[in-house]
């Protein structure tokens, strides 16, 4: 586009979002040398180091797209009254790699998402398209801590024993070694805050305004979805419509309140999202061995795939392949939850009902019966403790 200009290497200082002027330091500069002696200090090694060359910039919008630790956020709390959260999880990462087969091939398959769970731990391997696996270990820091401070020797046991399968069957226990010495050990942050626009100067959005742990792969997803929304926003106020953008104070007025009503549908959305990325660690690194944890997903599946009209739907489809509000998805997986329990608990109940009568009648007929009924009675209580 002929009004689309790019300039790298520019770090925002500074920003007044009353005045809509930015300044940017031109990084690709190397600083200035002031070779002349300080007087008070007349050492000959003595030389004033000066700060690389800044421009002041005037703007409509500001918009801050610039990550976690955004700069754009930073200096928009010098004007709006910003709310704001951060948690670094306490979680390490560090990235492996899957070569591929001596043939060339998947070594795994590719078709699925690997994951091995490890109750406070997991290992995951995702396929990419070199037919190697990009993986990566998720453990405390301690966890992280200890491993680092362990004999080299004693990394490959501890795969073998939480993660088997992987080495030496998938990465040798010496590249295995090699590669968590030499790749970063890096933390998981989460941030949250509101509100994300200041008037009608300024707006934050993706990881600037919600970063997220990325156990639901959403991060990126959810700050392309702030772009659509945000632009639904400022197309229904008529932001760019000639009869608004030819009149200055009618076009901030408009921006002004397309950016509240961006702010106002966002942060809900942006924090379920973030709380459904952590609980999804939880399920991944351990629910997912629970039994009840999979009857309730082969349950949902099923009623998904065999009853569509129902318009069941499980959690992950929902966020992953849907359109739906992260909000709302978070409301109706949780009103789908309570009413299988309750149909799960009932038809419990039902055949705990229906074993109790012939436990009864058995137990005036053989000695052991009284066995099998006090058996019935206690997986009755705790069928219903589950129900609840």
Excluded at 67 to 87: C, D, I, T, V
Excluded at 175 to 183: I, P, R, V
Aim: a neutral charge.
């Amino acid at each position: 586009m002929a009004n689309v200009t790019f300039h790298f290497n520019h770090k925002l200082t500074g920003a007044d979002f009353d005045k809509n002027i930015a300044w940017f330091e031109q990084r690709g500069h190397a600083p200035k040398t002031d070779n002349t002696l300080n007087p008070k200090q007349p050492s000959p090694n003595k030389r004033e180091q000066r700060r690389a060359p800044e421009i002041e910039v005037s703007f409509d919008l500001l918009i801050g797209a610039d990550g976690a630790h955004s700069a754009a956020r930073y200096h928009m709390m010098k004007f709006a009254r910003l709310n704001y959260q951060q948690e670094y999880i306490d979680t390490l990462w560090c990235e492996f790699q899957i070569s591929p087969s001596p043939t060339g091939d998947f070594k795994i398959s590719p078709n699925h998402l690997h994951i091995w769970p490890g109750g406070k731990f997991m290992f995951i391997a995702i396929p990419s398209r070199d037919k190697s696996f990009t993986c990566t270990l998720f453990a405390p820091s301690i966890c992280f801590a200890d491993l680092s401070k362990a004999p080299e020797e004693d990394l490959a046991p501890f795969f073998e024993k939480n993660f088997p399968g992987v080495s030496p069957d998938l990465i040798s226990p010496q590249d295995l070694q090699d590669q968590f010495t030499s790749n970063p050990h890096l933390p998981l942050i989460s941030i949250k805050c509101t509100p994300y626009h200041y008037n009608s100067s300024v707006v934050i959005l993706g990881d600037a305004a919600h970063a997220m742990v990325p156990f639901y792969g959403q991060g990126m997803n959810a700050g392309l979805e702030d772009v659509r929304v945000l632009f639904d926003f400022l197309d229904q106020h008529g932001v760019y419509d000639p009869t608004v953008s030819n009149d200055p104070a009618a076009r901030a007025l408009a921006r002004a309140r397309a950016l509240e009503e961006y702010t106002m549908q966002r942060t809900p959305d942006a924090s379920s999202i973030n709380d459904l990325a952590l609980r999804n660690y939880t399920e991944m690194r351990a629910s997912v061995t629970s039994p009840v944890y999979r009857l309730r997903k082969w349950v949902e599946e099923s009623v998904n795939k065999y009853l569509p009209s129902l318009g069941w739907s499980t959690q992950y489809s929902r966020v992953s392949f849907e359109n739906e509000r992260y909000s709302e998805v978070e409301k109706a997986v949780e009103r789908q939850g309570r009413i299988l329990m309750g149909v799960l608990g009932l038809s419990l109940a039902g055949l705990v009902g229906v074993g109790g009568f012939w436990a009864w009648r058995w137990n005036h007929a053989r000695p052991t019966g009284r066995v099998l009924t006090g058996w019935l009675l206690w997986a009755a209580k705790r069928t219903e403790e589950f129900a609840r």
